[in-house]
């Protein structure tokens, strides 16, 4: 499935053509491009959900990290403090 670039409106193609044209007076919507527009949907749903799920894992690669930190650099004062 093709990503589409929005337009100058912020829309993509798809979603322009979901609503009618400003003389439409029947107000139908293309059911083609409503498919389009929930696939589109779709993808980009699934780029965001990909993206959340790295930076969670990031925080929590991060909050390891830092608790590592902290419980070396407690073991090293009480080594100093042993020492002394």
Known sequence: MSQRKPDQDGR???ASRTRPAAGDKTGTLDLEALIEHAEVLR???REALSKT????AALKR???QSKLVQSTLAS???L???DA
């Open 12 to 14: 993509t193609e798809a």
């Open 43 to 45: 993808g980009s749903l």
């Open 53 to 56: 799920s790295e930076l969670v």
């Open 62 to 64: 991060h909050r390891r």
């Open 76 to 78: 090293l004062k009480r």
């Open 80 to 82: 100093q403090a042993a």
